[in-house]
């Protein structure tokens, strides 16, 4: 649903549902995996301002997660699938980006994630066991554990400008991206062992020029070569 203030505001609000078919494990003794679901609500404005030298674009949202399907490296070498109870993840995104002068573009975006166990994870996802029963069944994860790979805090912010040169288009631009840290695991041991990749930041710069069907770009990624990770991995012990 959008509705227009003006010619250059508009809100909008969004509702949606979507889901992922459950499956096998490729280890036989391993149960089936339930299908798991998202409802998604969000709600948000697009808008232009001073003759459309000013964006400003952002949204508030709400996700909830049902028996989410959460994968990891089990014995053997096999990726084991498991149902890990329910999740909700809520945040709010916002860009704007602003051209003040010919040729200039700046840009500055971010999103705040709060992303979390509703429910706790049991090692066998099954209503009728309790978390604690004796003999195999015992909690993964709390809830309230933050759900991995997700940063609550990241941004951009990137400027570009652009001139004439040597008949053509010319431009120069620096970039910098930080994100927060993350947690590669959704178990309790298994993200201690694992630890946790701290905050950090990248900077990009680039250079270019373009007539025509003719054109050139030199750039450097990652600047200062600042080291991140966003995937992390350990030998199963059994």
Do not use: M
């Not at 950090?200 to 750039?219: C, I």
């Amino acid at each position: 649903v959008t509705y227009k203030i003006t010619p250059n505001k508009l809100i909008y609000f969004t509702n949606s549902r979507g889901f992922r078919p459950g499956g096998i494990n490729r280890r036989g003794t391993l149960p089936p995996y339930k299908p798991d679901f998202v409802l998604n609500y969000e709600a948000g404005w697009k808008t232009s301002w001073f003759d459309n030298r000013l964006r400003w674009n952002g949204a508030l949202y709400w996700i909830d997660w049902k028996d989410i399907q959460f994968s990891y490296l089990g014995a053997n070498g096999l990726t084991e699938i498991r149902n890990a109870g329910n999740g909700r993840s809520r945040g709010v995104e916002t860009e704007i980006t602003a051209a003040p002068i010919r040729g200039l573009t700046l840009t500055l975006s971010g999103a705040y994630t709060d992303a979390k166990l509703k429910t706790p994870y049991c090692r066998i996802a099954n209503p009728q066991f309790d978390c604690s029963i004796p003999g195999g069944n015992f909690t993964q994860a709390p809830a309230g554990t933050r759900l991995p790979i997700t940063p609550k805090f990241k941004g951009n912010v990137q400027a570009r400008y652009e001139f004439d040169a040597l008949g053509g288009t010319a431009h120069v631009q620096a970039a910098g991206v930080y994100q927060s840290k993350i947690s590669f695991d959704l178990r309790t041991v298994e993200r201690g062992i694992l630890g946790d990749q701290k905050g950090y930041g990248t900077v990009d710069f680039a250079a270019g020029w373009d007539k025509g069907p003719y054109s050139v770009e030199l750039y450097v990624r990652n600047a200062f070569d600042v080291e991140g990770g966003t995937f992390r991995t350990t030998q199963c012990a059994v």
